[in-house]
């Protein structure tokens, strides 16, 4: 059995590992860009009605931008969709949510 430190006489092992190392390399480089990406479009997105800052926020597992202005929703293609199967009373929770600014 292979131990960290010492060369290992079987040359699949040595393979598979360094697979695995790149392969966890990469997960991390697509985790960082995904969470710049989340990031910026956090902050750097803008109310088409008012300016004010979208904020992305998840209801019933549908992510959707509201602004902080003006309370405006924003939704993307396929989103009215998601919440169209939403059950009336749960989406009236979201809607005062929204309404009132609470979460």
Not at 8 to 34: C, H, M, V
């Amino acid at each position: 059995m292979w131990e960290p430190g010492k060369p290992s006489q079987n040359e699949n092992e040595y393979f598979a590992r360094q697979d695995a190392e790149w392969l966890k390399a990469q997960r991390a480089k697509l985790d960082a860009e995904r969470l710049a990406r989340d990031k910026a479009k956090n902050t750097g997105m803008k109310c088409p009605r008012c300016e004010g800052d979208l904020q992305e926020r998840v209801y019933h597992n549908v992510r959707i931008d509201v602004c902080d202005t003006c309370r405006g929703v924003w939704l993307d293609r396929g989103e009215l969709h998601m919440l169209a199967h939403v059950e009336a009373t749960a989406m009236l929770h979201v809607v005062h949510e929204i309404d009132t600014g609470t979460r």
